[in-house]
């Protein structure tokens, strides 16, 4: 069984600062992107607001780690904790019992392979499951790559003339310094209709994969832990709960559009929502990957189903797209996460 879900949504975010790049002085600026685009004919490159895919992915993993310790699935304590560490290196290990166990095989190096500790981890910790790790010493390097991707928060390019990025005056008492009475900082906040993508190889979750592919926790425990790792994207997406500041700088955070893949056994990527065509673009690139992809003598069996959330006068597309499946719109962003999470465990078996 293969399956991967790719999702993309557009977001309206007004006043967030949820990735501060760096502070000068009382001055905390804004992480900014470098972005080209179309202009009177020619491309130029405009300087713009972003939020970094390092921080949704850590955003990702402690809505996860959180979510699936309440699920009663197995996290270590660094990850739940949000120390994203990993099993980097012995000093990095927690206390646990599993962890001084695997410490003393490490020790004994003859007889102890990487797939061995790749497994362990992965039996152990659900965000190093999905989130990958590197543990870097002797007597060899283990490493996971992530089963998930994601990247950074951008102006969607049709909103690009509405963006802005702005100081905001702000006072703090001074403890420290008593003297000086209150202290004048600035925060920039940005303002944009951003974009996402997400992408997560779901079939993959609990089987080792660096040096021989192995089921390490079988299909019932898998399902648990793929319907969390859905769910854990549903609460950040619908959220926002990702991103720094936001106890003071809480966003006026509005899901616009989504639209989401389901796929297999190739990966189906959905197109940015760079504009309201990237619905119709999706499902008639989805038309034209599955007739590829099924094209001529082999068996495979390529599917793609789409679905979406409409709420900002997406372009639906306008002929059958069929071999890809389009589901009807849905009327909320939760009633979509609630039936492709349904659908998506339903195939994981
Ligand atoms: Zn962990």
């Not at 993993?61 to 009663?72: D, V």
């Not at 166990?101 to 039996?123: C, H, M, N, Y």
């Not at 299909?219 to 003071?248: D, H, N």
Request: proline residues 5%; aromatic residues 10%.
């Amino acid at each position: 069984m293969t399956a991967y879900v790719s999702l993309s949504a557009r977001v309206l975010v007004n006043v967030e600062a949820l990735n501060m790049a760096e502070s000068v002085g009382n001055y905390i600026k804004h992480r900014r992107v470098p972005v080209v685009v179309e202009e009177d004919g020619s491309t130029v490159v405009k300087y713009v607001p972003a939020v970094s895919g390092e921080s949704v992915g850590h955003g990702y993993q402690a809505i996860l780690g959180q979510l699936a310790r309440q699920a009663g699935l197995p996290v270590c304590d660094n990850c739940y904790k949000e120390v994203f560490t990993k099993h980097a290196s012995k000093e990095m290990f927690g206390t646990s019992d599993w962890e001084r166990k695997l410490k003393e095989l490490i020790g004994k190096k003859d007889g102890f392979s990487p797939t061995q500790f790749e497994a362990e981890v992965i039996r152990n910790c659900v965000v190093e499951d999905l989130g990958g790790f590197l543990y870097a010493e002797e007597p060899f390097q283990v490493k996971r790559s992530s089963l998930f991707s994601t990247g950074y928060l951008i102006p969607a390019a049709d909103a690009l003339r509405s963006v802005a990025v702005e100081p905001q005056f702000h006072v703090r008492y001074s403890p420290a310094r008593p003297e000086e009475g209150q202290a004048i900082y600035y925060v920039e906040i940005g303002s944009a209709v951003y974009t996402l993508s997400f992408v997560i190889d779901v079939a993959r979750i609990g089987w080792t994969k660096l040096a021989e592919v192995k089921d390490v926790i079988g299909e019932a425990e898998r399902k648990k832990r793929v319907e969390v790792a859905l769910k854990s994207l549903a609460a950040m997406i619908v959220g926002p709960l990702f991103g720094a500041k936001r106890t003071r700088f809480l966003p006026s955070w509005e899901v616009r559009s989504i639209v989401a893949a389901l796929s297999g056994p190739m990966p189906f990527i959905t197109s940015p929502g760079h504009t309201k065509a990237y619905l119709s673009s999706t499902a008639l690139r989805a038309k034209e990957f599955v007739k590829a992809m099924n094209h001529g003598n082999t068996d495979l069996k390529q599917q793609v189903t789409i679905y979406y959330y409409n709420g900002e006068g997406l372009t639906t597309p306008s002929e059958d797209v069929s071999p890809a499946v389009l589901k009807p719109g849905f009327a909320s962003p939760e009633e979509l996460f609630a039936t492709l999470i349904t659908d998506v465990v339903g195939v994981s078996g």
